[in-house]
């Protein structure tokens, strides 16, 4: 089975702080993915990765910013943040064959 | 860019009760199709996918058929437990060759005994 982890799922925060957020998966995909996912708005993507060192921004990359070193793990950063980042944040690892397969969540809350 | 369109909910059921949940799509060929689950609390599983036209996916007593003529994907159950009480998404490839998938919106289900 594919894994997907996530370094935390509840994570409370003050604004200004730099938030780092970590996925991890064991099924060597190339393409990666982070989401949100707020009440009445479902999943929007933030950034994305289909590679080592590359990343194209998403749907709502504004206040965010990504890393990829290494092909298993893929990390969201928040430089500065601020309480309308407070959200539930999904990771997923693609297949080849399209499906995507999700992290259990990070719930952070900015205060 | 492909697009997909869900019922919206909450859907109210009666355990044993059948279950339709709708999903059509707008799409350029013919992509491949998924159903995801979303318990409370947790991230996006997948539930079963389809990959050609007139395919059926199933798990779990769930079932979807690919219909290109009325561009359907929609998920059935047969009866329903209170423990399928979640959010349930429908998505398919954002554009042909690209991988990025769009989702609907979610419609909730709600299972009562």
């Known amino acids: 089975d594919v894994k997907v982890t996530q370094s935390s799922r509840y994570l409370v925060k003050r604004t200004g702080e730099k938030v780092f957020l970590e996925c991890v998966q064991d099924?060597?995909?190339?393409?990666m993915f982070w989401y949100r996912q707020d009440p009445g708005l479902g999943l929007r993507l933030i950034y994305f990765?289909?590679?080592?060192?590359?990343?194209e921004k998403g749907d709502i990359p504004e206040g965010y910013s990504v890393s990829r070193e290494k092909k298993e793990r893929f990390s969201l950063i928040l430089e500065s943040a601020s309480t309308n980042q407070t959200s539930m944040y999904l990771c997923?690892?693609?297949?080849?064959?399209?499906?995507?397969?999700f992290g259990p969540g990070t719930r952070l809350t900015v205060t | 860019g492909n697009s997909v369109t869900q019922m919206e909910g909450p859907v109210t059921l009666s355990e044993e009760a059948f279950l339709t949940i709708n999903c059509t799509y707008t799409?350029?060929?013919?992509?491949?199709l998924f159903w995801y689950v979303q318990y409370p609390g947790e991230g996006l599983q997948l539930l079963l996918k389809?990959?050609?036209?007139?395919d059926k996916g199933s798990n779990k007593g769930f079932e979807a058929t690919y219909r290109k003529e009325t561009t359907s994907f929609h998920l059935e159950k047969g009866s329903v437990q209170v423990s399928d009480s979640a959010v349930y998404f429908c998505?398919?490839?954002?554009?042909?060759?690209?991988?990025?998938?769009?989702f609907g919106k979610g419609t909730m289900l709600l299972v009562s005994p």
């Open positions: 997923a690892s693609q297949a080849p064959s399209y499906e995507q397969y």
């Open positions: 099924m060597d995909h190339e393409n």
């Open positions: 990765s289909y590679d080592v060192k590359m990343k």
């Open positions: 799409a350029t060929g013919y992509p491949s």
């Open positions: 389809a990959t050609k036209a007139d």
């Open positions: 998505a398919l490839p954002l554009y042909s060759g690209y991988s990025t998938l769009t």
